[in-house]
């Protein structure tokens, strides 16, 4: 299986650009977001993981907020 390829995405219907480079080419991974203080305490929320192509840089959402295109 290979990496997923980089692809342009939209936040609120808008087009997400990189805050370090301004990329606009990202891969995107489910993450936790530990809001509980314990890494398995199923209290946690789940969110959006989408990555810099070009610096590498990890952008955090909410999951349902980052859209592909």
Do not use: W
Not at 35 to 58: D, E, H, M, P, R
Not at 59 to 65: E, K, N, Y
């Amino acid at each position: 299986m290979g990496r997923p390829e980089p692809t342009q995405m939209r936040v609120l219907d808008r087009p997400l650009t990189c805050v370090v480079c301004a990329g606009d080419r990202f891969t995107e991974r489910s993450i936790t977001i530990i809001t509980s203080g314990f890494a398995n305490s199923g209290l946690n929320k789940s969110g959006q993981a989408v990555t810099c192509a070009a610096c590498g840089y990890i952008h955090q959402f909410v999951t349902g907020s980052v859209t592909p295109g």
